[in-house]
């Protein structure tokens, strides 16, 4: 175990590296950003010393040197729009984002999964494609209109619930909805499908020969080993939602890394693009490492060698 | 089949149809199968795959597999009762406890994600009502001790795939009599066992067999492997059983040219355990079934009338029957 994740890591750093080296190429290839981000009317002087700032004086070979040095140190540049390190923007905002991706997880399971057993309980039947429409439409709807639609109803007509920023409980509920409506179809489908195959097994018919309700035989037997799949789901979630909050964290002004990653882009914020882009890759890479080792817990046939 | 009931039967079967009702036709795999099995007593049911085996004890069990298959007629009696009209709660009551089974693959029969402990313990819980976990897992150690698996203690903890297919087959078998059912259907259980195995585990079922005295419908395809288990043998050829009788009657005198074929298959009898060579030509389409003997396409007797009609049960000897118009009885 101890091995695999070493390796795992060392994988990941590797990983890393290539995230790094691409997304310092895109900046340089993407044209100047010192012309992108001054003003039309800056001086030369204005230019040079931003050229500076920004480490983009000298060679490429230079450039890449220096960058990769300070991105070691921790440091990932300055963000020009806040004028605060980079670093540090990203993970004042984190947390904001990881107080969300909880809640979204566990509604989309919550819903997700009991459909998924339902629809295979009755294949075939209206049960069966209700569920799968729900599922369809889950994934169909864009996550804007979804959360603009949310806060039509909820906040502008009904009054129920606030429409922006971080609060109290009831900040999050419009916000969790509409990121977990998009997984709710993911574990749906995942988990109907995981059960029709183990329902078949041959356990499953042991099972019901020591006479075990069917209570049992479902939602222990089958669920059991059915989940098993839905895990590996996890990683794939949890990575979506890091990056898919954008949308969601803009439509709610959530002061998560999502809206951060927005606002970068908005206010041409170089070094801070550059920053999130690369902490989002280790906060994914880690995320599935972490994955994979419940999943080796999950499923005993699975021993990391 | 003429098996009078008497006193110490505990399961008889009468008539029993099984069949696929699929769009492209009716499969009747199980057609007509009567026999019963005395307290005590190995029952062997032999024949080629696909002749309705599985499909005659899953209708025992009352555990159909998905996809069409129904059970329209006949009777299965356990004890008098008629499984066949018992609701699904009376069912689960009577499985595992008064009748039970082992399933052919060791490799799938076990749920990969719980412990061994943890299944047997299942199954344990159903006979002891409000024992106490302790008492419950003494007495998986115990069961699995009873199946001469070295060490229990230790494997208790541990899964499924920490173990080797014999020994998987040998916790099947400890979780299958557990509830001490009094009918243990054995559906080709060494089928997918080595050939030491295999002899490994027949004795250990003969012995646990002994031991509690339950019946045993020991289904295989494997003539040789009759010889050492069963008292008596049922020999079943696309969906209906064609002779029946003690097994060393049927070994010395086989009536029916299909069991004949199959014996002759076996390589040696006095050897260890006997593959079934196959036998010349194919069964009929469980289909499209002819109205005659069913056998008629490959036997060498045949002439017009097993076309054209269904053989009558001959009584061939005491307690020996056989389903051919060339057999006269005794
Ligand atoms: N799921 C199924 N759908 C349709 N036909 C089936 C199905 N399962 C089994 N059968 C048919 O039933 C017959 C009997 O099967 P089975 O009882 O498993 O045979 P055996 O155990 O003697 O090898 C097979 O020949 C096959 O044609
Ligand atoms: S009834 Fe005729 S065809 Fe059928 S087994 Fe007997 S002899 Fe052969
Ligand atoms: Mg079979």
Redesign the pocket.
């Known amino acids: 175990m101890k091995r695999y994740i070493a390796r795992r890591l060392m994988q990941g750093v590797a990983l890393l590296f290539v995230v790094a080296t691409i997304v310092f190429i895109l900046g340089r290839l993407t044209g100047n950003p010192v012309d992108l981000m001054l003003p039309e009317d800056a001086t030369a002087e204005d230019r040079a010393n931003l050229t500076r700032a920004l480490d983009l004086d000298g060679t490429l070979t230079d450039q890449f040197l220096i960058f990769a040095g300070k991105a070691l140190h921790g440091d990932l540049g300055t963000s020009i729009r806040m004028k605060q390190p980079a670093v540090q923007v990203f993970f004042d905002r984190l947390p904001n984002t990881l107080a969300l991706i909880p809640w979204a997880l566990l509604l989309g399971m919550a819903l997700g999964i009991p459909l998924g057993v339902v629809a295979a309980l009755h294949r075939g039947s209206w049960l069966d494609r209700a569920a799968g429409t729900v599922a369809v439409l889950g994934i169909a709807m864009p996550s804007f209109w979804l959360g603009i639609l949310l806060i039509f109803v909820f906040s502008v007509e009904l009054g129920w619930l606030p429409s922006s920023r971080m609060g109290g409980p009831e900040h999050y509920v419009l916000p969790v909805i509409t990121l977990g409506t998009f997984l709710v179809a993911g574990f749906m489908r995942i988990t109907r499908s995981a059960m029709l195959e183990v329902m078949e097994s041959e356990f499953v018919k042991l099972a019901r020969i020591k006479g075990l309700s069917e209570t049992t035989v479902i939602w222990k037997h089958c669920l059991r080993n059915a989940l098993i799949p839905v895990l590996t789901l996890w990683g794939v979630f949890v990575s979506n939602l890091i990056t898919g909050a954008i949308v969601t964290e803009t439509v709610f002004a959530w002061p998560g890394i999502g809206r951060l990653t927005y606002e970068a882009v908005i206010f041409r914020d170089f070094p801070l693009l550059q920053a999130v882009i690369i902490l989002k890759s280790i906060l994914i890479l880690g995320v599935n490492l972490g994955v994979d080792i419940l999943y080796a817990y999950v499923d005993p046939r699975i021993r990391l060698p | 089949m003429s098996d009078t009931p008497s006193g110490d039967t505990v399961l008889e079967v009468r008539d029993l149809h099984t069949h696929?009702f699929?769009r492209r036709g009716v499969?009747k795999?199980?057609d007509g199968v009567s026999f019963s099995l005395k307290r005590g007593e190995v029952l062997g049911l032999v024949?080629?795959?696909?002749?309705?085996?599985?499909?005659?004890?899953?209708s025992l069990m009352r555990l159909l597999?998905?996809?069409?298959?129904r059970t329209i007629k006949g009777e299965v009696l356990l004890g008098g009762e008629n499984l066949l009209e018992r609701t699904p709660a009376e069912m689960r009551a009577i499985r595992g406890r008064r009748l039970s089974m082992v399933l052919q693959d060791p490799q799938t029969s076990l749920n990969p994600v719980f412990t061994v402990g943890d299944q047997l313990r299942e199954a344990i819980e159903r006979r002891r009502k409000g024992a106490s976990l302790a008492e419950i897992m003494k007495e998986a150690v115990a069961a699995l001790r009873r199946v001469e698996i070295a060490a229990p203690e230790q494997r208790i903890g541990q899964y499924p795939h920490q173990m080797s297919g014999g020994m998987k087959q040998r916790v099947v078998g400890a979780i299958a009599i557990s509830g001490e059912p009094e009918v243990l259907i054995a559906?080709?259980p060494t089928t997918a066992l080595d050939v030491t195995i295999q002899l490994q585990y027949l004795k250990l079922l003969k012995r646990l067999q002994a031991e509690n005295g339950m019946a045993i419908l020991f289904?295989t395809?494997d003539f040789g492997v009759v010889g050492r288990m069963c008292d008596r043998v049922a020999v079943?050829y696309a969906?209906r059983i064609v002779e029946c009788g003690p097994v060393k009657q049927i070994f010395e005198a086989p009536s029916h040219p299909y069991t004949r074929a199959l014996i002759a298959s076996v390589p040696k009898m006095t050897g260890t355990v006997g593959r079934l060579t196959t036998i010349e030509g194919q069964?009929p389409?469980?289909?499209d079934l002819p109205k005659g003997c069913r056998f008629a396409s490959r036997c060498g007797l045949v002439e017009q009338r097993c076309l054209d009609a269904y053989p009558a049960t001959v009584q061939v000897g005491e307690a020996h029957t056989a389903d051919c118009w060339k057999v006269s009885p005794s």
């Open positions: 696929f699929l499969v795999a199980v024949g080629e795959s696909g002749c309705g085996k599985s499909l005659t004890a899953l597999p998905k996809g069409g298959a559906d080709e289904i395809h079943m969906g069964p389409s469980l289909m």
